[in-house]
């Protein structure tokens, strides 16, 4: 079973709403990952989690928080976004960090109004 | 700064025939390479990766080859198929850098019967 899981499937938020994105994972990887994906453009990596630490955070602004309850679960919560913010955001776990490929959740299609 | 490109924004083969998708990257710390497909709405779907110290790894149909002189690597998919019509993105993990990914823009490889 190779299978991330990402809810809800599609949001819609007003620059003043408060919302989160979840990801879940039962393959017992131990870091998991969130990108974002505009149109025609390459996966960008925003966050990494190893054992449920945060390891790298690649300048992502502060409106963008995420957490990582356990080890199956990983949340991205988004708070007065922006409309440039409407993207694809995507999920991620592999087994650790080092030689491990990365498998990928369907993604929220995020649209900020 | 693109530090992993595939030049070609898309690709037309026939059925039966060889597909072969190609990605350069300029930076010499990248030691993990993988070529991930990606359906429209879906997340990319890991195929194949190879490691800095081989210069190619085979799964079935596809094939990767690294040339780390030349800072190349490709994708042959052999016999193509038109359900292998996707976008297909090279992403290079840098060394020791936590997982980090970093993708090309793709190329949109279209298999035609």
């Known amino acids: 079973d190779t299978e991330v899981t990402q809810t809800p499937k599609h949001l819609v938020m007003g620059m003043t709403n408060k919302k989160s994105l979840k990801c879940e994972q039962h393959?017992?990887?131990?870091?998991m990952y969130w990108y974002k994906q505009k149109a025609k453009k390459p996966p960008e990596l925003m966050f990494v989690y190893s054992y449920e630490k945060l390891s790298i955070n690649e300048s992502v602004p502060s409106r963008f928080s995420p957490e990582c309850p356990n080890s199956s679960l990983l949340n991205l919560h988004l708070h007065a976004l922006q409309p440039e913010d409407s993207a694809l955001y995507l999920c991620?776990?592999?087994?650790?960090?080092?030689?491990?490929?990365?498998?990928f959740g369907p993604g929220t299609r995020l649209t900020v109004t | 700064d693109q530090q992993v490109k595939q030049n070609s924004p898309s690709l037309s083969v026939q059925e039966g025939r060889i597909s072969i998708l190609n990605c350069d990257y300029t930076n010499s710390m990248f030691d993990y390479f993988l070529w991930y497909k990606k359906y429209p709405a879906e997340g990319p779907t890991f195929l194949i990766s190879?490691?800095?110290?081989?210069d190619k790894n085979e799964d079935g149909r596809f094939t990767v080859f690294l040339n780390k002189s030349a800072k190349h690597l490709s994708l042959h998919i052999v016999p193509s198929q038109p359900g292998d019509s996707a976008v297909y993105f090279c992403a290079a993990s840098p060394y020791n850098q936590g997982g980090k990914l970093i993708f090309g823009q793709g190329t949109e490889l279209s298999v035609k019967p």
């Open positions: 991620a776990s592999s087994q650790g960090t080092g030689f491990y490929e990365q498998y």
């Open positions: 190879i490691s800095s110290i081989k």
């Open positions: 393959m017992g990887h131990r870091a």
